[in-house]
């Protein structure tokens, strides 16, 4: 337990400090680091579940996860190349086993919300770091991703632990800066949504003159050095977001993304595969000789999964709004955190894509965290009971 709390705390910027430094320096090696610590970090996790289960039994999303699991380690077998789908797989058991390991270990005391909190400031110092060398070397226009996805998984738990932009301002700011230096449109588009839904759902639970200046004053400041960020990259801008690219009727808009979909959905709605879809990872082969993904996980788990991919997904939606009307009873002001985070989730599932890549560990942490504190105000609530009672 203290090695896997020990590289939580430290092997995830870590792995960040690899994953981004492999991609700079083209090296194979330092990119193995990363595979190591992953594989080492991914062996520790099963452990500690198995000796956690009882606990993490209790995690209201566990039920979900493991269906979750067990039905993608059936594709597994449908895949033409299993050692690949493994590793895919891999990624998946990672994240998942991940946040079902918080929820034990904030349930321990052994890494609290407090603790995460201060891994994703960590990872936000290294992202925006790399983001700046990036930049200013000019690789950022041969991988403009560099980690505003990343950051945007974060963000969910930083707003938590901001209490309506009272808190963490410093690292809202420099997650809104590592993500608009990009210009990486999804991203962009769901860290505002998100904000929007945070901010005005924040504001009508608990409305006061002072946050409503508060969040217009950060707000309005993100907004000022995104256009003025805009107007210094003018070239940038108007190619990655010029109208044709949201054009819905134009096949290239979303860089081709409107063409792929169309065509996705039609070789599955003309198939004989509506219920269980292509099999695992096959729409790689769509495109003979370049094996590309979806770009979406609507898209890409209709292809694949057919019927029962997309019933998955529809599943953890019903789950999380389900949960933000249980955490809603018990604490109305942060409860809107869980649709701000619904928000990003829908907008990236269709047009990007989240659930096969190991950072999604962040996006989905914020839960076990809720729980928690609402397992900690009914302890509360029950203590008050009793004195009442004695008295």
């Known amino acids: 337990m203290k090695l896997l709390v020990f590289l939580i705390k430290w092997g995830f910027p870590l792995l960040l400090v690899t994953d981004l430094g492999s991609e700079f320096l083209s090296s194979n090696f330092v990119l193995n680091i990363s595979r190591v610590l992953r594989i080492l970090i991914l062996v520790l996790l099963i452990k500690e579940y198995v000796l956690n289960f009882q606990i993490i039994r209790k995690f209201k999303l566990h039920t979900f996860f ?41 349930y321990r005391g052994v890494l609290t919300m407090e603790d995460f909190t201060k891994v994703l400031k960590r990872v936000i110092y290294v992202a925006v770091g790399f983001s700046l060398i990036f930049f200013i070397t000019g690789f950022i226009k041969d991988d403009y991703n560099v980690a505003a996805y990343l950051i945007l998984f974060m963000y969910p ?42 901010y005005l759902g924040n504001l009508n639970a608990d409305f006061s003159f002072k946050k409503l200046f508060t969040g217009l ?14 107007q210094l990259q003018e070239d940038e ?13 134009n096949e290239r808009a979303g860089s081709g ?33 370049k094996r590309t993904h979806a770009h979406s996980d609507i898209f890409g788990f209709l292809y694949n999964f057919g019927i029962v991919g997309i019933l998955l997904i529809i599943w953890l939606y019903i789950k ?42 962040y996006f989905f942490s914020v839960f076990p965290y809720l729980q928690l504190r609402v397992m900690f105000i009914k302890q509360q609530q029950q203590q008050q009971q009793q004195q009442q009672v004695i008295v």
Do not use: C, H
């Open 320 to 361: 999380v709004i389900g949960f933000y009307f249980y955490y809603r009873k018990y604490d109305r002001e942060n409860s809107v955190v869980i649709l701000s985070l619904f928000a990003i989730m829908v907008l990236v599932n269709f047009y990007s894509g989240m659930l096969r890549t190991t950072n999604v560990l």
């Open 157 to 198: 738990l930083l707003l938590f632990s901001s209490y309506g932009y009272k808190k963490n301002v410093f690292f809202i700011v420099l997650s809104a800066f590592a993500i608009l230096i990009t210009l990486k449109r999804g991203a962009m588009i769901a860290f505002v949504a998100g904000n929007i839904v945070y």
């Open 217 to 230: 004053i950060i707000l309005l400041s993100i907004s000022f050095a995104g256009l003025t960020y805009f």
């Open 237 to 249: 801008v108007g190619e990655r977001f010029e109208e044709d690219q949201f054009d819905p009727s």
């Open 257 to 289: 993304r409107i063409g792929a979909y169309t065509r996705i959905y039609d070789l599955w709605y003309n198939s004989d595969n509506k219920m269980f879809g292509f099999g695992n990872q096959e729409d790689t082969y769509r495109n003979v000789g």
């Open 66 to 106: 493991m269906v979750f699991l067990i039905v993608l380690f059936l594709y597994l077998f449908t895949d033409r190349d299993l050692f690949d789908g493994f590793w895919v797989y891999s990624k998946i058991l990672y994240w998942v086993l991940g946040v079902n390991i918080l929820f034990a270990y904030g």
